[in-house]
């Protein structure tokens, strides 16, 4: 159980496009919702948390119109890079969280190519 | 937000055991203590948590001292597809969003 989902596992764009990654739970209702981004060699990065019904909080530096989060659903969180620039290639995950459990369960992630 | 500090590497031989203690000197009174595993290419893996005292569960155990400001994790008998990055990562865990992950330490198993 608590299983998460990204598509695509990988993507290549060219600069100037806008890319769309989905993140899933696919057998439990997820409340809350985060985003991560990981460079070559680095830890996770927190990107923003996003609350189901509710807008995005993002991080500090995380450019909100750049880094669009949709959390329409209980199981259904997507990002969408908007004008994606070669230096926002990396590895992007999301997480999912029950409410009142403690445990983030991690998608597979998305490899991000911008060339 | 609490900071952490973790050795940046490690070496090991199969069938030892291995510690990894994760520094976290400003741990807040909310703060928990989770443990993540990550393979090249993949989301990382939750291994365990906890608050104080100690944790056990069927893949390690996690030692938390009763100032709470450092934390080590134990695998017992590593193998060698143990070898991975791990994460200490403290955070309050309810609403409170600000997870900060510690740089990680790059485990490696040897034959």
């Known amino acids: 159980g608590a299983v998460v989902s990204q598509h695509p596992s990988w993507v290549i764009c060219k600069s100037g496009t806008s890319v769309k990654i989905e993140c899933r739970s696919l057998?439990?209702?997820?409340?809350?919702m985060f985003w991560y981004r990981q460079f070559p060699k680095q830890s996770l990065m927190l990107m923003a948390t996003?609350?189901?019904?509710?807008?995005?909080?993002?991080e500090q530096g995380v450019e909100k119109d750049k880094f669009l989060i949709n959390h329409a659903s209980l199981t259904l969180s997507t990002l969408t890079v908007t004008s994606a620039h070669p230096e926002d290639s990396s590895f992007y995950i999301c997480?999912?969280?029950?409410?009142?459990?403690?445990?983030?369960?991690f998608g597979p992630g998305t490899r991000l190519t911008v060339t | 937000l609490a900071k952490t500090t973790q050795p940046i590497s490690m070496d090991s031989y199969e069938g030892q055991e291995v510690n990894i203690t994760c520094s976290h000197n400003?741990?807040?009174?909310?703060?928990?203590i989770t443990w993540y595993q990550q393979f090249p290419s993949q989301g990382p893996r939750f291994i365990i948590q906890g608050y104080k005292t100690k944790v056990t569960n069927e893949v390690a155990s996690l030692f938390i001292p009763a100032d709470r400001k450092s934390s080590t994790l134990s695998l017992p008998r590593v193998s060698l597809s143990d070898t991975a990055v791990y994460y200490c990562l403290v955070g309050d865990n309810w609403d409170g969003q600000n997870f900060v992950f510690g740089p990680g330490t790059r485990l490696s198993v040897l034959p």
């Open positions: 400003n741990i807040a009174t909310n703060d928990y």
């Open positions: 057998d439990f209702q997820a409340t809350t």
């Open positions: 996003s609350n189901e019904g509710s807008k995005a909080t993002y």
């Open positions: 997480s999912a969280r029950i409410r009142d459990f403690y445990e983030q369960y």
